[in-house]
């Protein structure tokens, strides 16, 4: 299962809370219009969807970490067994030359 990538907004988590912070503060003229409740509801669904995102990273991350891994292993195990393809065919040729030698001894 690969997952879907996550579209980066290019700022940082400070800046993305400096945005939640400015938008949730009280008016300037002192007055609390909407009272607490809505602006604490409004820090932690900010801070629910920050979470969100960063967990979906972390599921990015790891998937695209495990896809890599798995790459790293196939090539690992394609390069061991074309160096011992490699060696047997360098064996297998002294061999015949040795064959050859001796024939020639021979005659």
């Known amino acids: 299962?690969?997952?879907?990538?996550?579209?980066?907004?290019g700022r940082l988590p400070s800046a993305r809370l400096a945005t939640v912070r400015s938008t949730t503060e009280p008016p300037a003229?002192?007055?609390?219009?909407?009272?607490?409740?809505d602006t604490v509801g409004a820090l932690q669904d900010a801070f629910t969807q920050e979470h969100?995102?960063?967990?979906?990273?972390?599921v990015f991350?790891?998937?695209q970490r495990s896809q890599?891994?798995?790459a790293i292993d196939e090539r690992t195990e394609l390069q061991r067994e074309y160096d011992t393809t490699r060696s047997m065919i360098l064996d297998q040729m002294k061999q015949?030359?040795?064959?050859?030698?001796?024939?020639i001894e021979l005659i």
Not at 29 to 37: E, N, V, Y
């Open 96 to 103: 015949d030359d040795e064959v050859v030698k001796k024939y």
């Open 29 to 37: 003229d002192g007055k609390d219009a909407a009272g607490d409740t």
């Open 52 to 58: 969100e995102r960063d967990l979906q990273e972390q």
């Open 68 to 70: 890599f891994d798995f």
């Open 1 to 9: 299962m690969i997952a879907q990538p996550i579209q980066r907004t």
């Open 61 to 63: 991350l790891l998937a």
